[in-house]
């Protein structure tokens, strides 16, 4: 550990040894990073462990339903300016994963770990994070993840008297009654651009207001407070009225945001927005996401959506008609199997697009895009419809197990 003023004992050195051995031969039966079941061993042996691994870090947990693994990695990048960091930047973000993560960074300073949003508050209870980075809350998983509102008081409850600098969008009302509860709070106007989980006020249940840009109940006096940090166009405005550009090879309006949020979050810790900035231009992709690859003798960008917001953050990156467009969606346990929230996102946006459907649900996708008058031609693999689609470019959004099946299928 940092300064080994605290060294672990010999129970959590057992600990991490056996995940690490574990997780080795994981990966050589070609079962994945093996860090989920590495962290799994880890916490059997010694349920302390998270707590002991953090206690010489200064820990950043991000927590969002859109945006977290990314928005991790530029405040990894960020902070890797003021000394090493150590991340779970593949995102393995339940408490195994995460564990297995922190057993890597002995020389570490800093712990930047993204967080499901279920487990915010357990593990910022063990971890007694520095700061915390909430985004956004919108549905997801409707078969796993609880309705919206009870997240947020779930984040509420366990952010109450927290000693973290909490880092809020103020746009979102939901992120913004969940960081209420704290007693250091930052806000960062980074914007909202799916708004229909946020029509009725969480404080009180009265219907939101929303002149223009700006929220407030009509009810009980609930509003969107006033921001220290904002994304205005290509540039971070911070607290001090300065304008930062933002130069990232990731594309879209949605990872700007994220940009502002990360540039506020490297501040806390000293890290002035120019540096941190400079630093976010590194990262090209995450885990796959925004990749052009070859596959086929064609340009495939892979583009991740798991949820309606995330899907229509996306369609606003794609090239414009007449590229084509693969979509693929399936609904294993790490999607959630009910695809009900396909009939939530507005697939009249990728009207003028020839669009190919695989996936294990291929056939509820195709019901929803007939409903939504779009054209399309249903395909057995991915093989099939990259041969189909006509030249260009090929746009490839996927929900999270389909797009694990894409990065395997074109050897990323």
């Known amino acids: 550990m940092a300064g080994n003023s605290d060294p672990l004992s010999p129970r959590a050195k057992l600990a991490v040894t056996a995940g690490k051995a574990v997780a080795a031969a994981s990966r050589a039966a070609g079962r994945g990073s093996g860090s989920v079941i590495g962290g799994r061993v880890a916490l059997k042996l010694d349920p302390d462990l998270l707590g002991r691994l953090a206690q010489n870090l200064d820990v950043i947990l991000v927590s969002a339903t859109n945006g977290k693994t990314t928005t991790t990695r530029l405040i990894a990048e960020a902070l890797r300016a003021a000394g090493p960091v150590v991340s779970n930047a593949l995102g393995a973000n339940m408490p ?22 279920k487990y915010l508050a357990g593990v910022a209870r ?23 509102r009870m997240l947020a008081e779930n984040w509420r409850e366990g952010l109450a008297g927290s000693k973290a600098v909490v880092v809020a969008n103020c746009d979102d009302p939901l992120v913004v009654w969940a960081a209420s509860s704290s007693p250091n709070v930052i806000w960062v106007a980074a914007g909202q651009m799916w708004k229909d989980d946020a029509w009725s006020c969480p404080s009180c249940g009265g219907v939101m207001q929303r002149p223009g840009d700006d929220w407030f109940c009509g009810e009980c006096g609930f509003r969107r407070p006033t921001p220290s940090w904002a994304l205005s166009g290509d540039h971070v405005l911070d607290p001090h009225g ?14 700007k945001a994220n940009a502002a949020s990360s540039a506020a979050v490297a501040a806390v810790f000293g890290v002035p927005p120019q540096v941190a900035l400079e630093r976010m231009y590194q990262v090209q992709a995450v885990a796959g ?10 340009d495939l960008r892979l583009l991740l ?8 953050e996306t369609f606003s990156l794609i090239d414009p008609p007449p590229t084509p467009v693969i979509l693929s969606v399936n609904a294993r346990g790490a999607d959630g199997t009910d695809t009900s929230w396909l009939w939530d996102v507005d697939y009249t946006r990728l009207t003028g697009h020839p669009i190919f459907v695989i996936g294990d649900r291929k056939l509820d996708l195709a019901v929803r895009l007939e409903v939504a008058n779009q054209q399309f031609r249903v395909c057995e693999n991915l093989d099939q419809a990259v041969q189909a689609a006509p030249p260009g470019r090929i746009e490839v959004i996927a929900n999270y197990t389909a797009f694990q099946d894409l990065r395997r299928r074109v050897g990323n």
């Open 242 to 255: 300065s304008a930062w550009p933002i130069h990232l090879q990731l594309p879209g309006r949605a990872n």
């Open 126 to 148: 063990d971890t007694g994070p520095k700061c915390i980075a909430l985004l956004n809350l919108s549905r997801d998983q409707l078969d796993r993840a609880a309705e919206t």
């Open 96 to 117: 195994a994963g995460i564990t297995s993560a922190l057993a890597g960074g002995s020389d570490a300073k800093f712990g930047v770990i993204e967080v499901d949003e």
């Open 305 to 312: 959506a798991k949820n309606p917001a995330g899907w229509l």
């Open 289 to 298: 996401r925004y990749d052009v690859v070859q596959f086929m003798n064609r």
